[in-house]
């Protein structure tokens, strides 16, 4: 199934495409939309649809703007323009920016469903050649690639001088100028069997192409490095982002893969890359117990030596409280319950054993974060909670679920760092300015001073949601106050709450809630 957002100031256009195609029973599901360029850009580079259907005359950055500066970032979308002006120089640049189709208006919801078929097809037949092993292999094997996978791998280790870095790159056809660099490394990591991993090389090696910041390579069967290129370091560190949530994409279309991209600090020379690239190794080094797609730079985890990522492998509970997020508990808890299957004549003994295990591993984590378990849970040593707690299963459980999301609180607020701050000062932007249509992802990052794309990342990974989806819930979670507490119109409501299209507000509403607006107010 296929992700498409909308984007289009007319009301009308919008909720006569979002109501007439049967989504539900079609290879298709609707993402989102906008009504104008750069609210739509913004929630884009997030939300990442297969396919944009966009018109070309809106407020703010039309179509065209919107299309050309989505095909930098997300070179994989799919764009099908609308317009009202049957112009041939419309229709010219919007071949010259790659778009797939171009419907003219008025249009009928059969010629639009046609249309996404069409595209539909495409992105099939792009997704079947990415499972072409044969001409992986093929690519992999050819000279040219060896000779600047060669010169790359001596490159980001140190092995060349920088008179000759030049020389080669120029005989190799490969552009390094720029004014700053960092190194960006994925592991691909598959969950089973191998052959989704070669399909997630070949759909790297593909994007690749398409970034003409970026030079990428295999240093090994499932490391990929690339080199991100920029003018300034606020660009160099934009399109590192930029490209680590593309990788992640890319892998994520496999099923069984996931990926781990570590992003090494910015160098001003070429000769500098490899320590971007050493850098970028330890970081990626000390993650390999992640079991989950994840990006992380040397800036995130800066001055931290003798904090989390220092602590040397043992418990195995302990390497998985490290980095497990709070989704994960449930998981964590139910590998110890599992425990106690067939002990059932004997679950005091056992389930003592396991719960003062879990002490072990919490205080022992405590301890290297610099803290006291002591001092997080004051109760957690004394024999009488150990008692208590093996008493029965469901006792077992709470208290377990307890000492775990404590744990992971402290850990959480000791490797935050400075980002901690950053959260805390975009929710409270957010809850301050909800209530502006303004209010998107890139105005909410400059009012923190990040880049969107970092932005983007950092929030989505610390706060286990997409900042669009925190944002609609917040939005959500006041229309439900004012539903419930006033005699407000729907419509007035969902400008009161930042929506700017009262259709889409209660289309919103129900896809979270389940209800309509007006069914939950009489409910």
Known sequence: MYSVFIADDEHIVLEGIRKKIDWENSNFSFAGEATDGEIAFSMISEMKPDILITDIKMPFMDGLELSRLLKKIQPWIKIIILSGHDEFEYAKKAISIGVEDYILKPFTHEELLQSLEKVSRTLDAERQQQRDVARLKEELESSAIILKKEFLTKLVKGEIDAAEIFSKSKELSLSLAARGYKVVISDIRAKEGESSVDEASLSLLSLSKQKSDTISFFISDKRFVSIVKGSSPSEVDDNAYTFAEAVEHVVSQSLNCTVVTSIGPLVS????????????????????????????SSDDVEGSSDGLLSL??????????????????????????????????????????????????????????????????????????????????????????????????????????????????????????????????????????????????????ECGTTFIEYLTNVRIDEAKKLLKTTDMKGADIAYECGFSDPHYFSFIFKKTTGVSPRDFKNS
């Open 269 to 296: 020379h070429t000769s500098e890359i490899a320590a971007s690239y050493e850098n970028a190794c330890s970081v990626l080094e000390k993650s390999r117990i992640w079991t989950k797609s994840r990006i992380v």
């Open 312 to 461: 040397q492998e043992n418990d195995p509970l302990v390497e998985r409280l490290k980095y497990a997020q709070k989704s994960e508990i449930d998981e964590i808890v139910s590998q110890q319950l599992s425990l106690l299957e067939g002990n059932a004549g004997h679950f005091h003994v056992v389930a003592s054993y396991l719960f003062v295990d879990v002490i072990m591993a919490v205080s022992s984590l405590a301890e290297n974060l610099g803290g006291n378990i002591r001092d997080i849970m004051p109760e957690i040593l004394q024999h009488s909670f150990v008692d208590n707690a093996v008493k029965s299963e469901d006792i077992f459980e709470s208290e377990i679920r307890k000492i775990l999301s404590a744990i992971l609180d402290f850990r959480d607020s000791k490797i935050q760092g400075k980002y901690g701050d950053v959260i805390l000062k975009a929710k409270e932007y957010i809850r301050e300015n909800f209530k502006s249509q303004d209010t998107c992802l890139k105005v909410v990052a400059d009012a923190v001073n990040l880049s969107p794309n970092h932005f983007s990342t950092i929030f989505s990974q």
